[in-house]
Protein backbone atom coordinates (compact mmCIF):
# COMPACT_ATOMS: atom_id res chain seq x y z
CA UNK A 1 0.00 0.00 0.00
CA UNK A 2 1.86 3.20 -1.52
CA UNK A 3 1.11 6.91 -0.72
CA UNK A 4 2.01 9.07 -4.04
CA UNK A 5 3.01 12.91 -3.64
CA UNK A 6 4.23 14.67 -6.42
CA UNK A 7 5.65 11.24 -7.93
CA UNK A 8 7.41 9.85 -4.94
CA UNK A 9 5.74 6.90 -2.82
CA UNK A 10 6.35 5.25 0.52
CA UNK A 11 5.35 2.05 1.67
CA UNK A 12 1.92 2.48 4.00
CA UNK A 13 1.51 -0.71 5.91
CA UNK A 14 -1.20 -0.92 8.41
CA UNK A 15 -1.42 1.01 11.70
CA UNK A 16 0.45 3.98 9.82
CA UNK A 17 -0.50 7.37 11.15
CA UNK A 18 0.60 9.69 8.87
CA UNK A 19 0.68 13.90 8.97
CA UNK A 20 -0.31 16.55 6.29
CA UNK A 21 1.20 19.72 7.15
CA UNK A 22 -0.51 21.88 4.31
CA UNK A 23 0.45 25.47 3.24
CA UNK A 24 -2.79 25.66 1.61
CA UNK A 25 -6.30 23.92 1.96
CA UNK A 26 -5.78 22.44 -1.65
CA UNK A 27 -3.41 20.27 -1.19
CA UNK A 28 -5.70 18.38 0.92
CA UNK A 29 -7.83 16.68 -1.33
CA UNK A 30 -4.92 15.69 -4.16
CA UNK A 31 -2.87 13.74 -1.62
CA UNK A 32 -5.98 12.31 0.16
CA UNK A 33 -7.79 11.19 -3.33
CA UNK A 34 -4.55 9.04 -3.91
CA UNK A 35 -4.87 7.13 -0.34
CA UNK A 36 -8.61 6.50 -0.20
CA UNK A 37 -8.53 4.69 -4.21
CA UNK A 38 -6.22 2.44 -3.11
CA UNK A 39 -8.26 1.85 0.09
CA UNK A 40 -11.60 1.37 -2.05
CA UNK A 41 -9.92 -0.95 -4.35
CA UNK A 42 -8.57 -2.84 -1.65
CA UNK A 43 -12.57 -3.13 -0.10
CA UNK A 44 -11.64 -0.95 2.98
CA UNK A 45 -13.77 1.54 4.27
CA UNK A 46 -12.96 4.71 3.87
CA UNK A 47 -14.00 8.23 5.52
CA UNK A 48 -13.06 11.89 4.81
CA UNK A 49 -13.93 14.72 6.90
CA UNK A 50 -13.25 18.33 6.25
CA UNK A 51 -14.72 21.69 5.19
CA UNK A 52 -17.53 21.56 2.32
CA UNK A 53 -15.23 22.88 0.20
CA UNK A 54 -12.72 20.37 0.52
CA UNK A 55 -15.01 17.75 0.68
CA UNK A 56 -16.20 18.94 -2.74
CA UNK A 57 -12.87 18.87 -4.17
CA UNK A 58 -12.15 15.46 -2.83
CA UNK A 59 -15.00 14.72 -4.83
CA UNK A 60 -13.91 15.94 -7.56
CA UNK A 61 -10.27 14.37 -7.76
CA UNK A 62 -11.55 10.73 -6.77
CA UNK A 63 -13.59 11.11 -9.73
CA UNK A 64 -10.88 12.02 -12.00
CA UNK A 65 -9.18 9.02 -11.00
CA UNK A 66 -12.50 7.05 -12.15
CA UNK A 67 -13.79 6.50 -8.41
CA UNK A 68 -17.90 6.13 -8.84
CA UNK A 69 -18.18 8.47 -5.32
CA UNK A 70 -22.06 8.08 -5.61
CA UNK A 71 -21.88 4.53 -5.81
CA UNK A 72 -19.51 3.77 -3.12
CA UNK A 73 -21.10 6.33 -0.82
CA UNK A 74 -24.64 4.58 -1.52
CA UNK A 75 -22.91 1.27 -0.60
CA UNK A 76 -21.40 2.70 2.93
CA UNK A 77 -18.01 1.91 1.66
CA UNK A 78 -17.01 5.95 1.64
CA UNK A 79 -18.14 8.03 4.08
CA UNK A 80 -17.88 12.12 3.58
CA UNK A 81 -18.31 14.09 6.80
CA UNK A 82 -18.60 18.47 6.19
CA UNK A 83 -20.07 18.87 9.79
CA UNK A 84 -17.29 19.02 12.53
CA UNK A 85 -19.81 18.39 15.33
CA UNK A 86 -19.92 14.62 14.21
CA UNK A 87 -16.50 14.41 15.42
CA UNK A 88 -16.61 16.71 18.82
CA UNK A 89 -18.21 15.75 22.17
CA UNK A 90 -21.60 16.51 22.59
CA UNK A 91 -21.49 18.26 18.96
CA UNK A 92 -19.18 21.21 20.58
CA UNK A 93 -16.20 20.22 22.35
CA UNK A 94 -13.10 18.49 21.78
CA UNK A 95 -12.20 15.15 23.66
CA UNK A 96 -9.30 13.53 21.76
CA UNK A 97 -10.11 10.40 23.74
CA UNK A 98 -13.85 9.99 22.65
CA UNK A 99 -12.10 11.08 18.91
CA UNK A 100 -9.89 8.12 19.22
CA UNK A 101 -12.97 5.97 20.39
CA UNK A 102 -14.73 6.79 17.55
CA UNK A 103 -11.79 5.91 14.95
CA UNK A 104 -11.91 2.57 17.05
CA UNK A 105 -15.74 2.01 16.83
CA UNK A 106 -15.06 2.40 12.92
CA UNK A 107 -12.74 -0.30 12.77
CA UNK A 108 -15.23 -2.51 14.65
CA UNK A 109 -17.94 -1.89 12.62
CA UNK A 110 -15.97 -2.17 9.32
CA UNK A 111 -14.88 -5.47 9.86
CA UNK A 112 -18.38 -6.52 10.92
CA UNK A 113 -19.52 -5.04 7.28
CA UNK A 114 -17.00 -7.46 6.23
CA UNK A 115 -14.83 -4.91 4.75
CA UNK A 116 -11.27 -5.76 5.35
CA UNK A 117 -9.66 -2.53 6.96
CA UNK A 118 -10.40 1.13 7.44
CA UNK A 119 -8.71 4.68 6.08
CA UNK A 120 -9.66 7.87 7.30
CA UNK A 121 -8.25 11.16 6.71
CA UNK A 122 -9.38 14.32 8.17
CA UNK A 123 -8.44 18.28 8.35
CA UNK A 124 -7.50 18.24 12.02
CA UNK A 125 -7.30 22.14 11.69
CA UNK A 126 -11.01 22.23 10.79
CA UNK A 127 -11.82 20.23 13.40
CA UNK A 128 -9.97 21.77 16.65
CA UNK A 129 -10.25 25.69 15.56
CA UNK A 130 -11.66 27.01 18.59
CA UNK A 131 -12.55 24.06 20.32
CA UNK A 132 -9.39 22.09 21.54
CA UNK A 133 -6.10 23.50 23.52
CA UNK A 134 -2.50 22.28 21.84
CA UNK A 135 -2.47 20.24 24.62
CA UNK A 136 -5.44 18.15 23.70
CA UNK A 137 -4.63 18.17 20.37
CA UNK A 138 -1.24 16.37 21.53
CA UNK A 139 -3.28 13.61 23.56
CA UNK A 140 -5.00 12.84 20.46
CA UNK A 141 -2.19 12.06 18.29
CA UNK A 142 0.02 11.02 20.89
CA UNK A 143 -2.99 8.00 22.07
CA UNK A 144 -3.50 7.69 18.21
CA UNK A 145 0.30 6.97 17.73
CA UNK A 146 0.21 4.45 20.28
CA UNK A 147 -3.35 3.12 19.45
CA UNK A 148 -2.65 2.68 15.60
CA UNK A 149 1.25 2.14 14.88
CA UNK A 150 2.15 -0.22 17.85
CA UNK A 151 -1.00 -2.35 17.88
CA UNK A 152 -0.68 -2.62 14.26
CA UNK A 153 -4.38 -1.80 14.31
CA UNK A 154 -6.30 -2.42 10.94
CA UNK A 155 -6.28 1.49 9.78
CA UNK A 156 -4.30 4.05 8.06
CA UNK A 157 -5.55 7.81 9.09
CA UNK A 158 -3.90 10.42 7.18
CA UNK A 159 -4.42 13.94 9.41
CA UNK A 160 -3.91 17.25 7.89
CA UNK A 161 -2.79 20.43 9.71
CA UNK A 162 -2.23 24.18 9.05
CA UNK A 163 1.46 24.61 8.79
CA UNK A 164 0.70 28.07 9.72
CA UNK A 165 -0.92 27.51 12.69
CA UNK A 166 0.70 24.43 13.91
CA UNK A 167 4.26 27.06 13.58
CA UNK A 168 2.27 29.81 15.21
CA UNK A 169 1.78 27.48 18.56
CA UNK A 170 4.91 25.95 18.45
CA UNK A 171 3.53 22.47 17.34
CA UNK A 172 4.70 21.96 13.99
CA UNK A 173 8.17 20.46 15.77
CA UNK A 174 5.61 18.43 18.24
CA UNK A 175 3.26 17.23 15.55
CA UNK A 176 6.73 15.56 13.36
CA UNK A 177 7.48 13.78 16.38
CA UNK A 178 4.14 11.92 16.89
CA UNK A 179 3.97 10.55 12.94
CA UNK A 180 6.77 8.16 11.26
CA UNK A 181 5.48 9.36 8.19
CA UNK A 182 4.53 13.22 7.18
CA UNK A 183 4.07 14.74 3.93
CA UNK A 184 4.95 18.79 3.95
CA UNK A 185 4.36 20.41 0.72
CA UNK A 186 5.19 18.21 -2.00
CA UNK A 187 7.47 16.01 -0.01
CA UNK A 188 6.15 12.78 1.60
CA UNK A 189 9.22 11.13 3.64
CA UNK A 190 9.58 8.51 6.48
CA UNK A 191 9.89 11.32 9.48
CA UNK A 192 13.47 11.44 11.00
CA UNK A 193 11.54 13.44 14.05
CA UNK A 194 10.00 10.61 14.86
CA UNK A 195 9.74 9.69 18.68
CA UNK A 196 7.46 6.73 19.00
CA UNK A 197 4.35 7.24 21.75
CA UNK A 198 6.03 5.67 24.72
CA UNK A 199 9.37 8.00 24.37
CA UNK A 200 6.91 11.56 23.97
CA UNK A 201 5.22 10.37 26.81
CA UNK A 202 8.14 9.86 28.63
CA UNK A 203 9.68 13.49 27.22
CA UNK A 204 6.46 15.29 28.37
CA UNK A 205 6.99 13.42 32.28
CA UNK A 206 10.46 14.42 32.67
CA UNK A 207 9.81 18.08 31.02
CA UNK A 208 6.85 18.65 33.53
CA UNK A 209 8.69 17.08 36.40
CA UNK A 210 11.78 19.30 35.43
CA UNK A 211 8.98 22.32 35.63
CA UNK A 212 7.57 21.40 39.36
CA UNK A 213 11.19 20.93 40.71
CA UNK A 214 12.06 24.45 39.58
CA UNK A 215 8.85 25.77 40.73
CA UNK A 216 9.45 24.13 44.27
CA UNK A 217 12.77 25.81 44.33
CA UNK A 218 11.51 29.06 43.28
CA UNK A 219 9.47 29.20 46.60
Known sequence: MDLSVEGKSVRIPPGSHICQLYSKVTEIP????????VGLTLSEKCLFAAA???VQELHEELEKLNVDVAALVASGQLMLYD?????????????????????????AQALREGWKAVRISMDMSWLTEDVATPEQ???????????F?????????LMHYDHTKMVQRNLARE???????SVVGKHIKLNPYYLN???YMLKILRINKEKNNNSGNLQ
Do not use: N
Not at 149 to 157: E, G, M, R, S, Y
Open 197 to 199: SEQ
Open 149 to 157: TFQKAPIIA
Open 30 to 37: VVTARLLR
Open 83 to 107: QRETFLADGKRFDPYSLLSSHLSLI
Open 52 to 54: PAQ
Open 137 to 147: IMKYEAASDAV
Open 175 to 181: MLRLHPI
